[in-house]
Structure formats: C-alpha cells, structure tokens
C-alpha cells in the first residue's frame, strides 16, 4: 500500500516514537528465501549453507545483542535536541534592544570593536596597578615571589653547613606575595627534626610572646615566605602584599601557633638560619584579581547577553577568559612579570588551534540557534567561570594528583575520589541518554571507545605514568556535550574553563610522565645506611669539653653508593666519600639542653640517595634510634 496523498504535514497524525522492529528482518529475509526456492522447475542441487559465526552463539545472547543494538540506535523518527528559553520576552530583550538602535551589521561591528577597546583598556588599567608596586620607602622595589619560594633548600641543597644558603642575619630584602597564598601546601613529605610533615603549609615558627608582636615573631628559613607572611599577619591573603623580610640568624625552640586558620609547626632545637618581618614596612600594595575578575566578570556577561553569534561569542570569551587566568587569577610561578606576558602569548596559539577544532566539532552544535540568552550566561559561561578559576573551586578538593600515594595518604582523598567518580558516572548516564534521542549515540560509543582504547595503550608504555591533566580532561569529555541541552550548556562550560586553567597556568604537559618527574622530590626509595648505637660521652663539661656522640660505619658501603652524608637538624653536617672517610665520625653537642637531631643517606656519584628518618640525641644524653623508612 502506498502512501497517502494529499494530506498535508499539519493535518497528519502526531508521529509515535518506536525503536527498530528487530522481528521484521527476519520475517522479510524467510520470504525471500521461500520464493527463491520455487522459482526454478529445473532440476537443481542443494547450496551449501553460508558459514556464520553467529550460529554458535547462543539464541539468547544473540537476542540481548540484537536489543541492546536497538536501544542504541535510539527511537524512530529521531529527535534533536532544542532549548526554548524559559521567559522567552525577557531572555530575548537584549536581542532585540540591539536591533532597534543599531539595526544594520556594520554599525554591529563597529560597536563590538568599541567594546574589546574598553575591555583591553580598562583591563589593562587595573591590571598594571596590580603587577607593578612602587618602591617601599628607605629599600626599593620589592622582589616579586611567589607562594612557595624559601630561604632554604631541602636535604643537602644548602651543601656543607649551609655554605650555600649564606648569609644567615644581617641582611633584608623587599618582598611582594600575589593573592591566595595561603592554600598552597606541601605534597611531598617534609623533615622537621623528627617530624615528617606532609599536606599542610610549610610555616615553621612563629609568635614567641603572649602579645604575639612582631618583633617576636621568628621562623625558620625553610618555611614558605608568602604564608609566613600571612600567618605573622604581616599581609592579607586575599590581596597579598609587600614589605620587607629580614634574616636573623641562629634561633632555637620554634613554637606552633595556630594563627589565621594556619597551624604552624614546632620545632624544639636549633636552625643556623631565620627570618623576621620588619614593623612599619607593610607597603600598600595590592594584588587586584579580585577588581579585575570582576572587570572581566562584567565584560564576559554584557557580551553573553547582546551576542548571538555562536563564533563571536566563544572566541571572545576564550580569549578574555585565557588572558585573565594567564596575567592574573592563576599566572605561573615566576618572579618576573614580562616572563609571566611572554608564556602567556606562547601557550596561546596552539591553544587557539585546540578551541578551533573544539568548536567546530562541539561548541558550534550546542550553541547555534541558541536565543536563551540569561540561560546561556548562567550555564555555559557561568560554568566556564567555575571551571577557568579551578584554583578557587575544584582544586579545593583533596585530589591535586590522583597517584596511588597521594590517594592513599592525602586526608579526605578517597571520599573525594568516590564522589568525583559517582558524580561522573551519572552525568555520563543522562549525556548517553540524551544522545541517543538524538540518533548520534553509536557514533559516540565509538569516539569514546578509541580514546579509552588510547588512554589504555598508553597505560601499557613500560616505566611511564599515565596522568590525565585537567586541560586533558576538558579535550577528551568536551565531546560529550555537542548538543542543546541545558545540562550540556553547563558541563561543555566548565570543561572548556578547565582546559583554558590548565594551559594557561601549567602548559601543555605530558600526558605520559616519567616516574621521577610525577616523585618529584620525593623519597626515590633507594638504599638506606644501618647506623648502630652510637657512643656518647655526656659529662665532659666537668673538664670544661661539651658532650659528644660518635658514629661508627660499616664498610664497604653497598654497590652504587660511594661516601656518607649526614644532616644534623635538617643542616648538613658531615659529607665525604669513602675513599676519603674515616672509621667513625664525633659529633660534639652545639647547645646544651636541646635535643639534636641525625639524618643519614648515602652519596651516590654527585648527588644523594634517600635520608633515614631522624635518630634523637635527647637533651637528657640518652639515644634514640630512628624509625624504619626514608624521611
């Protein structure tokens, strides 16, 4: 029977949506055969059956398959998705507000190009007040550094008695800390003495008086200067600050203070090198990322909000959004701000190149026809926000590296994990459903199907590490959001904001890493020295001599290990090569009724094998052996 003629498409019924009837294949292919049979009265012999590997699976396997084939084919007729704004009058009034006072296409452009001149320049403005201080007064221009430098390297990165790290007092310096140093923290273990401190900041010291003054405020000078600054209350974390540090030399009995939501560590001996803050040196200077995000905040909205154009808008936005993660919400770490404008412009082209493809495969679908303006600005670049200041949102959460060690030891790492992952997982669900309405879900499966086939030969590289940076993340899912849905809007925001955060703060790295460049300074789990009960001689301050504790050593050393280092309170002490060593090694006792404390590690051609945990010489002359493991 042939289809009814005459009747147009508004007086059809309303279509019903089905999927495939696997059934009439079957039915249609048993017809054919039966009439090929009786075609011929000629005599004719039988055809051998065709081969099908399919008959030896089983019927009911082959019926799931058959129906799990449907289901992904989606249902019949196919149905794209499309958002109808929600207040249609209010969300298109800008919209319609353009095209009565500037109704022709080239006054359009001339007002677009007026408008990237007042975002450039008033961006521009604000952002030169924030990079560049004044001079503070009697010590010039301060020293840009960032939230992790120090005034002393870890192990033996000093060298012998910190020869390296000199001078230790009489010195100052001008300083200025960005915004939002309080945050960063340790993400390798950390020696303090016996202590091996790990996931917190690096704040050794602090008050020493009631009052909590500044001029009784010391810390070691392996402590982060920034967050020092901020736990002295010498600067503000939210704009950062300037003023001037000065080293003051030997300092013992480094007490813990819980200031400003920070905890500093404790430390009951002595440390040759420290530094202060000095009163009345605090400049005004301030880091602006706050006024500038919210110059940005604003310029990004006004262009949601007046802009249709899908290509307009998304180049705009990615490159005003690239430029204020690159120069101010997350720069990199660099002293140097023309360092800072030069990276920036470096990472941008193949940057550009990377949206290009993304918006011609992604962002175009979901955004073309699209008339929901307030829906838009909310979800897509709302979420394009969130994601672009992932130092302020998801870096919040206790995953900064999903490595097993960092999983296993980082507090609130596995609830975290969990959560990401069942989050993930039903996201994917309602994105797997909404594309096969559409029809595209096979085509999909085999996107995905290819990456996870890539990401697994990946993990198959000998002595590599897989690691799926944020920017990465943001290339592999963004895929999954080419369709006009709301939730689609918010999910391909956040992942192209996660792709500009991780290009423009860390650059393209490696999604396959070495195992030293993902340890970093890290113990390497290399062989560790068997030091024996030392010999302690404790009452010699009756003839005038300070105590002393010697070492014996076992020799020869282990393959690959040639000389012996020893750290005394985190200062290297003792550094010689077996061919040049003696038989023991005497300590003498540097300040009385202090404990001391001893680190050893092997010397491996020019550099060092991992240290022992600390062995106490207590204050009280007694001996206490150090624990198992790498410090």
Known sequence: MGPRDGIDDEGAPPQAYHDDDVASTHTTESAVLIANSEASDEEHYSAQEPYFASQYIPPRLQRIWNIVVVWVK????????????????????????????????KQKVLLLIFFYACWLLTFGLVLHRSAFAADIPGYGSPVRI??????WNDGNGCGLNGDLCRPFENTSMPFRCPANCKRVQLHNPHAVGDQNVNYRPLIVGGPTDEKETLENTYYRADSFICGAAIHAGFINDASGGCGVVAQIGEKSNYPSVNRRH?????????????????????????????PLLGVSLAYTILLSLFTTSPSVFFYSIFLGIFFHVALASDPPNLTDYYAIISIALERLLPASFCMYAVYRFAVRRTLTGLDAQIEKTILWLGGCWIGALNNYTFDNLPLDRLTPHDIKNQPGAIPALISVVLTLFFIAIGQV???RVEGRLPRYLAIYAGLVAGI??????????????????????????????????????????????????????SILETPDALRGDAPVGSLLPLITAPIIHNNLHVHGL??????DWHFPFPKHYDGMSILVNDVERYHEYEDSMGESWTWVRHMEDVNEYFRFGYLEGGGTADYTKAGVWRADGGWTTMKDGPS
């Open 74 to 105: 989606g249902p019949q007729p196919l149905r794209p998705w499309k958002i109808h704004p929600f207040f249609p009058e209010i969300q298109t009034a800008p919209i319609r507000f353009l095209d009565t006072y500037f109704p022709k296409k």
């Open 262 to 290: 920070m905890k500093s560590i404790a430390f009951d001996s002595y440390f040759p090198r420290s530094f202060s803050f000095l009163p009345g040196t605090a400049a005004k200077c301030r880091d602006l990322r706050w």
């Open 433 to 435: 459903w909404a594309f």
């Open 546 to 551: 300070m105590a002393n504790i010697t070492f």
């Open 146 to 151: 960032t939230c992790s430098d120090r005034f």
């Open 456 to 509: 697994l030969a990946l993990v198959a590289v000998p002595k590599m590490n897989v690691r799926i940076h944020h920017y990465i993340l943001g290339l592999l899912l963004v895929a999954g959001t080419s369709m006009q849905t709301r939730p689609s809007l918010l999910y391909q925001g956040i992942l192209i904001g996660l792709f500009i955060n991780g290009i423009a703060r860390w650059g393209f790295a």
